[in-house]
Structures are given as C-alpha cells and as structure tokens.
C-alpha cells in the first residue's frame, strides 16, 4: 500500500505529557500537511511543508505544537505540555509539488489523541 | 474568516435513491473539492474540480462546480449502504501557494435498506 500512513492510531495520555505523532507521507508528494480535526468538525489546517522547508504554519499552531519534516520525507508533530483541549484526531495529507494534481491532498486514517 | 456552509446537515435516505448536496460560500474559490470521512478515518478525495461550469462524474457520484465559484453541488446515484459517512466540500485558500485546505461543515449520509 503506498498511501499516507500515520502512527499511532490512538493516543491516550495524561494532561501536563509530551506526545508525538508521524506521518509517511506518499513516497513521490513533496508536500506534507498537519490539520487537526475536532468531533462534529472539518478538519482544520496547521502547517505544511514543502520538502524539509515549513512554509505556513497556522494560529492554532500554538507554541506548545512543534512539527519537522528532517529529511524532506516523513514528518514528526509533536505536543508538549498536553492540554484536555488538544483532544482531537491529527491528520496527516500529502500531495504532489506540479501540475494540477498539486491540489489535490490525500490524507492518512489519523492519530486520534485522547487528554485525561 | 473563510466559511463553507453545507447544506443539508445530516440526510436519511433509503438504498437506491438518489442523493444531492450542496456547499456555499461568500467567497470565490478556483478549485473545489470532495470527500468522503468514514468514522475514525482519514478523509478520502472524491472528486476535484478545476473550472466553473465543470461537471466531473467518478463512478456513481457526480459533482458540479457552480458558474459563480461560490457553490458547488454533489449528486451521489443509487445509493448503497457503502455510501453512508460524512462528505466534506473543501477549497483552496490560496491556489498561488496551494497551501491549506478549508472544510466545509459536512453532510451526514445515513442509509436505509
């Protein structure tokens, strides 16, 4: 299967932990994109990188939130200091650099991350 | 800011009827596009479309960006108990960068044999 993978699947852990997540993205797509989806909720966006380099990153991405792309293939997010707030699934999407297929974004099944 | 309204909110139909939905904005969009969200998955893309007045057909579904580029509409034929779960219109924000993704509020399918 070559589609976007991520791990965990399910995240439970006490508030006041760290915890990270990681995407694989699909092996040809340059680009790889964080959104955070809430129960009842589109997902929303929270960063994206282009290879290695991270180009946007958005409001909600507060400074407890950190994501890496090292080596331009798959991708860390990490959450310090969880909150019950940070509640939600995480996903994970990727699509090509050109043509017009660029905008299309496959996404991962999510980690969903449980705050007690 | 940036807000796709969906319409309906949540639809119980009976296996092999036709469905039809739609997703609104106050803004024009250049690229739209379609998923589908089963529960605790990822969502999954449907149909994109490129150019208002553009009708794209993938199997059973077909979907139409609208000639203002502010709506567009998909129609799901024959429904099969398969096709239950959450659809999601999407627009680029910025299709200079084509960065983010923004979601609609989502139609919930639910369907009766």
């Known amino acids: 299967d070559t589609g976007v993978s991520q791990d965990p699947r399910h995240k439970i852990t006490k508030r006041g932990q760290n915890v990270t997540f990681r995407c694989d993205p699909i092996?040809?797509?340059?680009?790889l994109y964080w959104y955070r989806q809430t129960l009842g909720q589109g997902p929303e966006f929270l960063t994206y990188?282009?290879?290695?380099?991270?180009?946007?990153k958005s409001r909600l991405l507060s400074d407890r939130f950190s994501a890496e792309r090292p080596k331009g293939s798959f991708s860390t997010l990490e959450i310090q200091r969880t909150e019950q707030g940070d509640s939600a699934m995480y996903l994970c999407?990727?699509?090509?650099?050109?043509?017009?297929?660029?905008?299309?974004?496959?996404f991962g099944p999510g980690t969903r991350l449980t705050v007690t | 800011g940036q807000q796709l309204n969906q319409s309906p909110q949540s639809m119980f139909i009976q296996e092999g009827e036709d469905v039809s939905m739609n997703c609104t904005s106050s803004?024009?969009?250049?690229?739209w596009l379609w998923y589908k969200q089963d529960p605790g998955e990822g969502p999954v893309l449907l149909i994109a479309?490129?150019?208002?007045?553009e009708l794209t057909s993938n199997g059973r579904l077909t979907a139409q960006f609208g000639i203002t580029r502010k709506d567009s509409f998909l129609n799901i034929s024959a429904s099969i108990p398969s096709d239950v779960g959450i659809y999601f219109c999407?627009?680029?924000?910025?299709?200079?960068?084509?960065?983010?993704?923004?979601f609609g509020t989502g139609t919930r399918l639910q369907v009766t044999l």
């Open positions: 999407a990727s699509s090509p650099t050109h043509g017009t297929s660029l905008y299309e974004q496959y």
């Open positions: 990188f282009q290879n290695e380099a991270q180009l946007e």
């Open positions: 479309l490129y150019k208002a007045g």
């Open positions: 092996s040809e797509h340059n680009r």
């Open positions: 803004s024009i969009f250049n690229t």
């Open positions: 999407a627009v680029i924000g910025d299709t200079g960068t084509a960065s983010k993704l923004t």
